[in-house]
């Protein structure tokens, strides 16, 4: 394995230990689940917009992901 596949792997195990440790504390699984939800209610806002704007198709794309990410949020994300 070459120096940079090193670092690489290297950085990436300590990001994943550190989201590890901070996924334990409800404070920060409160914050990230909030930031989710936030950003797919402002999907389906800004379909809103989009649509009245005449951009149909596009706005029913943002729309379906907005509405699909919101409900995995809410079925899949219990802890």
Do not use: P
């Not at 989710?36 to 794309?61: N, P, Q, R, V």
């Amino acid at each position: 394995m070459s120096n940079l596949d090193q670092k690489i792997e290297n950085a990436a195990n300590k990001i994943e230990v550190i989201a590890n440790e901070a996924w334990k504390k409800r404070s920060f699984r409160i914050v990230s689940k909030s930031i989710s939800a936030t950003a797919e209610i402002g999907l389906m806002i800004g379909a809103a917009h989009l649509s009245e704007k005449g951009y149909k198709s596009a706005a029913t794309c943002l729309f379906g992901l907005g509405a699909v990410g919101l409900v995995c949020d809410l079925l899949f994300n219990r802890k």
